[in-house]
């Protein structure tokens, strides 16, 4: 855990161990002394090297999500983030198109609910490894361009998102990091149903199911997380009546996590 300084910087004297960190499991986990604000959320994102910002549109004017319970008659309640209902394994906006991918993504934790809420993660580059050990021959049906497609979303007669397919997994050009694309959820996905594929994503869901390589955590007030868009769910939750309800701040970004990227030209005088 990362503790920030005062002003909710990373301070210089951690940047390595956060560098192996990042470098090993693809995510790190950050404590602030107090809470912080949505600008000073973002801030500190840059310093992990994250700038170019996603936005989406359940997102605040921002492009921050402010992840919590909505009513009833507000457009976001049809999407489970903003219910208190369990999110299954996925990766963050598997839904979009390869140029709009999401690389990383973080979280910080405003408010944490009285009960459930926590958090599962699993890096998706150790997926790769796990079924590159287990199975290589199924490597390439996960990375075929018409694995995975995902109808149009389409609302009121008004098209939100268009059709779109791709791979489980692909290599990012230019840094050949690794990216996954996936969702335990069935619907409003359609899978490729040859044998291949079938043998290939059940294996993943076996991995998801059964390796004791799954990280369990529940943020605290105050206490976020950033990653490389790695594999992730969350458990239901249920707000207590009379007192705040669960409140996540939620940045997605098309950079991935890049420590040496910013220059940290406030904290270099500092
Ligand atoms: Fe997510």
Redesign the pocket.
Same mark, same amino acid.
């Given at each position: 855990m990362c503790r920030l300084d005062h002003a909710a910087r990373l301070p210089d004297s951690q940047l390595e161990q956060v560098r192996q960190q990042v470098s090993a499991f693809n995510f790190a986990l950050f404590q602030s002394e107090a809470e912080i604000d949505k600008l000073e959320f973002l801030a500190l994102n840059r310093q992990f090297g994250l700038i170019r910002l996603d936005s989406n549109l359940g997102a605040d004017a921002d492009s921050v999500t402010s992840l919590q319970v909505v009513a009833d008659g507000d457009e976001r309640a049809q999407y489970i983030?903003y219910t208190n209902r369990a999110?299954n394994w !996925?990766?963050?906006g598997y839904y979009k198109s390869h140029d709009c991918r999401i690389n990383a993504?973080a979280l910080y934790c405003v408010n944490q609910t009285a009960r459930g809420g926590g958090n599962t993660l699993f890096d998706h580059e150790l997926m790769y490894i796990l079924i590159r050990d287990q199975a290589p021959e199924l490597l390439a049906a996960l990375m075929a361009n018409d694995l995975m497609h995902i109808p149009p979303n389409i609302q009121n007669n008004k098209l939100i998102r268009a059709e779109e397919s791709g791979p489980v997994f692909s290599i990012q050009p230019g840094s050949c990091g690794l990216h996954m694309r996936y969702t335990s959820r069935p619907r409003n996905i359609v899978w490729k149903s040859d044998k291949r594929s079938e043998q290939a994503l059940n294996l993943v869901r076996e991995i998801l199911m059964d390796s004791e390589s799954t990280i369990e955590l529940r943020l605290h007030n105050n206490q976020g997380i950033v990653c490389n868009n790695i594999l !992730?769910g969350r458990q239901a939750f249920h707000d207590q009546s009379g007192r705040p309800g669960r409140l996540i701040y939620r940045a997605r970004y098309h950079d991935a996590i890049d420590l040496d990227r910013d220059p940290r030209p406030e904290s270099a005088g500092a």
């Open positions: 983030p999110l !996925h990766t963050d993504f !992730h």
